[in-house]
Every structure is written in C-alpha cells, then in structure tokens.
C-alpha cells in the first residue's frame, strides 16, 4: 500500500459506524489498519442493510484495506495480545463505553508506558469526562443533543433526521483531524497524546452562529424547511415537470443576473434588494416569485437558463443520477471493483484528492479475522500460540 499514511499503523477496536469510518479515512491512504473484531460474529456491520454472499454491502466499503484480527477482548490472554499490537502502533482507536478499556487494562496511562509516542483516538457519546460521561449514546442522540434535530424538518412537523448518519460521520472526521494533528505533536515532543470526541460536540460544532445569536438576540433558531433564514433567495423549487432544484442566489451579483434572466428588471434595479439584509426581509416574496417562474418550465430549461446566467443551481439528485453522472465519473468518485471474474460491484471513490500521494482502493471489507495469522505473527507469536489462542477461542 502506498499513499501520505503508509509508515502510520493503526490498531482500529471500534464497530458500527463512527470509528470504522475514521479508520476506513486512514486506511484509503496507506495506513496500515489492523481492525480487532470479537470472534463471535465480529463487527455488528457485517449483516446490516444489503447483503452480498451474506456480507453487507456497508461493510464492503466501510472496511476496505483494513485488515482483521479476531480477538476475545474479555479474556486477560486477549488483552495481552491487544497491548502487544499497541506497542508497535502509531494510533489507537476505540468507541466503547468510557471506563471499558481501563477495565481491561488498556487505559492509556497503561499502553503509553511501553508506547510513550502513542496516540489514542476516543469516541463516546458525551465524552470521556463530565456528568453525563456514563451514558449509552449513538450517533442520533448526537444529532439531538447537538441541536441539528430540532432544526431539521419543516416548521408544522415533528423534527427528522438526514438520511445517513451524519452524526457519526461528522466524529469520524474529526478523529481522523485530531489523530493527524497529534501526530504532528509529536513530531515536535515525541510524546503521544490522547483524542476525546464526542458524538454531541461534534455535531454541535456545525451550529454556526446558533448560540450568540441565543446569547445577544435571545434568539432560539427553529426548523425552516428547505430555505436558510437570513439568506436569500436560497431554497428549492418545484417545476413544471415536478421536479425539484435547488438555487442559490444570495449573492449581490448574482441575485440581479438572476432577476434579469427571469424577466423581472424591476427586482434587480430594486435598491431596497441590492444587498442581502433586504433580501432576507422578503424572503417570501422572493420565493413566490421564484417558484411561480421554475413552474412554468421543466427542470431542463430551468438549468439551461440560471447555468447561462451564472446562477448556482442544481437537481436534487438521487443516487441513479450520481452513478451516471459524468461529474461524477470525471473525477474518479464512481470506482468500479472486480469482485470476481464475472462480478464487479460500484462504490464510491476516494476523498479528498491529493495530487501525490491520492487514495486508493486494494481491497473490500475482509472476512472476520482473514488475516489474524499474518498479524499475529508479525507481532512475534509463533504458530503454535496462534494455534492455542484459537483453541482456547482466544481469537
């Protein structure tokens, strides 16, 4: 494996979503990634959703180029092997509960006696500290306590959730962000250090300007549906063919070549709507003259017509457009991988792209514990302790 990470080894203990994507991150640019799974039926991820020859189709690319080790993380023999590995690691990652892994004898204070430049990349639902630091926590509680729930959805309807995990995509990312930027550290002391994310602060991070706004204004932002409050025009509209696209012409100069293009002079030359203060206080207006004109028109022409105008706008796509869309294709986001000789599945391609040293894809999601022999013997263990530890279910 080549790529900016390939001399970075990671010891990967988490499961479900959040950390297997922070790890899946490294792992696209060379990291070697050794993913402990429990031998009893491994990552939960590996039966969620489609399945393919009874492997998730999630898995597939969730773990690609990771490589698994099963071990009995519950036996002391397992935890011993699990402090071998770290001992040659670069980072750590791991997701369960606060207080499992110091039950376990893997604390950080422990591993970092033998690893001193080890970095420890945590993720909880509410942190490694504070009051509330015991409780089970997903990444929709995230999503909720972080306030993007109660400002998702339409104002008359109960709040909703985006259709992926966003709360647990958003911790990965900044995992990835805080091991890079330990690493960095310790190019400079030498010393490792350890990476506390939780799933609420991470997704309270995207809140913008939610609470001075509170604190100043006294202002508490609620759910607007498809519009941004205090920014206009920006929505989405419906067309003749009922068919949505989304605009985006808050901008001084562009708002006016929209209005030009629509017909309506007398709303571009408005002096009260040169700048976006006054847009944003008739906003209603703005919309209902928007949507009245995207009515009239099928998506096509409407596209033809705000591209000519230089006015960022775009369909909402679903997924059979982004697997056909030439965008897509042109810049190597659509990646078609060989399963077999007569199968080859579609996944998504790398992000984000490096000139140098890009990301690359070398294999999909591992069998459970395909490649614990190779990764224990490296670690110095002789065939007949793999073989013990096996017997004893060990791994």
């Known amino acids: 494996m080549h790529g900016s990470l390939k001399d970075v080894k990671v010891l990967d203990l988490g499961q479900v979503i959040a950390w297997p994507f922070c790890t899946r991150v490294m792992a696209e640019f060379g990291a070697q990634v050794v993913k402990v799974e429990s031998p009893k039926g491994g990552d939960p991820l590996r039966k969620w959703r489609k399945l393919y020859k009874e492997k998730s189709l999630w898995w597939l690319l969730q773990a690609r180029n990771k490589q698994s080790v099963t071990i009995n993380l519950k036996e002391k023999e397992g ?40 970095v420890m990349v945590r993720l909880s639902g509410y942190g490694q500290t504070g009051p509330y630091r015991d409780r089970p926590g997903f990444g929709a509680i995230g999503e909720a306590m972080g306030g993007l729930r109660h400002i998702t959805g339409y104002p008359d309807r109960p709040p909703v959730r985006v259709g992926i995990s966003l709360g647990d995509a958003v911790a990965s990312l900044y995992g990835v962000i805080g091991a890079l930027m330990a690493l960095r550290q310790r190019e400079i002391s030498g010393k490792g250090q350890v990476v506390d994310v939780a799933l609420y602060e991470a997704v309270f991070s995207l809140m913008e300007s939610m609470v001075p706004e509170f604190d100043y204004y006294d202002f508490v932002r609620q759910r607007t549906g498809s519009s941004l409050p ?85 369909k909402i796509y679903d997924v059979r457009d982004i697997v056909s869309d030439v965008h897509y294709h042109a810049r190597n986001m659509i990646e078609k991988y060989k399963l077999s000789k007569d199968e080859s599945l579609l996944i998504p391609g790398i992000v984000p792209k490096l000139s140098d040293t890009p990301g690359k894809t070398y294999w999909l999601g591992p069998d459970l514990g395909e490649h614990t022999d190779e990764v224990l013997s490296a670690a110095g263990y002789k065939a007949m302790e793999i073989e013990y530890f096996r017997r004893h279910k060990i791994i």
């Open 230 to 314: 205090g920014i206009a025009p920006s929505n989405s509209y419906l067309t003749k063919d009922d068919k949505y696209v989304v605009i985006g012409a808050n901008g001084d100069s562009i708002f006016k070549r929209m209005m030009f293009a629509l017909g309506r002079e007398d709303l571009a030359n408005d002096p009260d709507l040169s700048h976006n203060d006054g847009r944003a206080r008739r906003s209603k207006e703005l919309d209902t003259v928007i949507g009245s004109w995207c009515a009239l028109h099928e998506l096509k022409h409407v596209l033809h017509v705000l591209e000519k105008a230089e006015v960022p706008s775009g």
């Open 79 to 118: 935890q011993e092997i699990v402090r071998r590995l770290a001992k040659n690691a670069d980072i750590l990652v791991e997701n369960f509960r606060p207080g499992a892994m110091e039950n376990w004898g893997l604390d950080y204070d422990s591993l970092v006696k033998e690893n001193p430049g080890l």
